[in-house]
């Protein structure tokens, strides 16, 4: 159950296999595309029902991962099913896949939200082994189809925590330029994921990396507030 990953009180689904290699993801365990726990659409479906009393109006069910499009053609039947139980649905999605059963998937969801990890192509690529075109273009996918979605930003000391980015990024999507937006949620820079790297063997590249100052957060509030009126700082 969480309360971080979209409105109200949500059991969140964590899907295994993502083509982005994050430096602070935090979920290093299931990035890989083997591994994870075989699990039907009836069990999840089932554990969704049992927890619906607790999901009061804006509650339901959240895909984490993992890349939760990388598993869109599974996802569709599911959400469907979901869906038709009166449960709402969220995809938490870095936007970095595209077929025709993700477009399916994004018509369907109630709200994705869109992690933009960089908007500087370089930087994004040096932070994640991917360029960030196709995140964008899912962005531009969900304006154009009336698809609502809240806009997520790491700022992570050093990385994505200059007032160059965050105002590139800023001016990129703000100003009223995405009526489809409805959160632009500011994520601080956290390290909750180090342990799972110890304990797979793994070295976690930015653990010199300080967390945010509270006056780092404050001032990147300050920019985003600047161009849109729904940022909050998490």
């Known amino acids: 159950m969480g309360t971080y990953d979209g409105p109200g009180l949500r059991l969140v689904v964590f899907l ?11 979920n290093p365990d299931t990035i890989s595309f083997s591994g994870g726990t075989p699990t039907t659409p009836e069990t999840i479906l089932g554990m969704a029902l049992n927890q619906k009393p ?24 599911l959400v469907r099913m979901l869906h038709e139980n009166g449960i709402n649905v969220c995809i938490d999605s870095n ?17 994705v939200l869109l992690d933009v990890k960089q908007f500087d192509n370089a930087k994004h690529t040096a932070l994640t082994g991917m360029p960030n075109t196709r995140t964008l273009a899912t962005a531009d996918w969900l304006e154009k189809h009336g698809r609502p979605f809240w806009l997520r ?13 965050i105002r590139a990024l800023c001016r990129h999507f703000g100003d009223g330029k995405y009526k489809m937006i409805e959160r632009v949620e500011i994520l601080p820079y ?16 930015l653990e010199n990396v300080p ?17 849109f009126g729904c940022a909050v700082l998490n």
């Open 153 to 165: 930003y790491v700022l992570v000391p050093g990385i994505s925590d200059s007032e160059e980015d």
């Open 95 to 111: 936007g970095g896949i595209w077929n025709s059963h993700v477009e399916e998937l994004f018509s369907m969801a109630d709200l």
């Open 16 to 26: 295994q296999g993502c083509p982005f290699r994050c430096l602070y993801c935090a």
């Open 54 to 77: 607790f999901f009061g109006k804006k509650g339901g069910v959240t895909f984490s991962g993992g890349e939760p499009a990388a598993q869109a053609e599974a996802l569709v039947p």
């Open 190 to 205: 956290h390290t909750l994921g180090i342990n799972k790297y110890k304990a797979m063997g793994l070295e976690y590249k």
């Open 211 to 227: 967390l945010n100052t509270r006056e780092q957060l404050e001032r990147a509030k300050d920019i985003f507030d600047g161009y």
